[in-house]
């Protein structure tokens, strides 16, 4: 199916384990993204990759690891989850030069 | 730093009501500006966007004026349906990513809408 999908929708984890939250979009977008919604604070975005192999920082990476070994999958890995990485984590694509964001269903992570 | 902000909800209406949700925007430069919508238990998709000063955005009824002079782009529809009942987000186009064409985004606290029948 074309568009983009996140794994897993809903994932329950308790404190000090690795989670993996996994992206995958079909339309060869450069730019993938990934953001987390928080009442009171909106989306703020964790890390972005602008081709594969090529990633970056954005307002909240601490505690969060992404790799792009390929163009379609930009997996997000919490390597040991925290009580403050309960959230909702989107994912995002686009084309290099556009400004609008195409969004996964997101998941929801909690950790107990 | 740029930055958006909206007005708090949740926002209450009653169907056929008059909508207007709040936002304006500090920005270097001329950003472009969006609004976009979601519905439970979705992702975010775009709703409307502006490029440029006095540009209006429009779609499914709702409309979105870009004005430079007071920096804002509020949100309005003539008349809200039940199925209108999602979370808000103003968003602008900040700076670009290093060594990009891609602007980052920069997005509002969302505002809840809630239509009642």
């Known amino acids: 199916d074309a568009g983009i999908t996140q794994s897993p929708r809903y994932k329950i984890t308790e404190t000090g384990r690795q989670v993996t939250l996994m992206c995958h979009q079909t339309w060869s977008h450069s730019y993938m993204f990934w953001y987390r919604q928080d009442l009171g604070h909106g989306l703020r975005l964790i890390y972005y990759?602008?081709?594969?192999?090529?990633?970056d920082k954005g307002e909240v990476p601490d505690g969060y690891v992404v790799s792009r070994s390929k163009t379609e999958n930009f997996p997000l890995t919490l390597e040991s989850a925290t009580r403050s990485q309960t959230s909702v984590y989107f994912c995002a694509s686009t084309f290099s030069g556009a400004n609008v964001l195409t969004f996964g269903a997101g998941s929801r992570l909690t950790v107990l | 730093g740029d930055s958006v902000t909206q007005m708090e909800g949740p926002v209450t209406l009653s169907e056929e009501a008059f909508l207007t949700i709040n936002c304006t925007y500090t920005a270097t430069g001329y950003p472009s500006l969006f609004w976009y919508v979601q519905y439970p238990g979705e992702g975010l998709q775009l709703l409307l966007k502006a490029t440029k000063a006095d540009d209006k955005g429009s779609n499914k009824g709702f409309e979105a004026t870009y004005r430079k002079e007071t920096t804002s782009f509020h949100l309005e529809k003539g008349s809200v349906q039940v199925s209108d009942s999602a979370v808000y987000f103003c968003a602008l186009s900040g700076a670009r990513f290093r060594g990009g064409a891609t602007n980052k985004l920069i997005f509002g606290t969302g505002t809840l809408l809630a239509v009642q029948p």
């Open positions: 990759s602008a081709a594969a192999d090529i990633t």
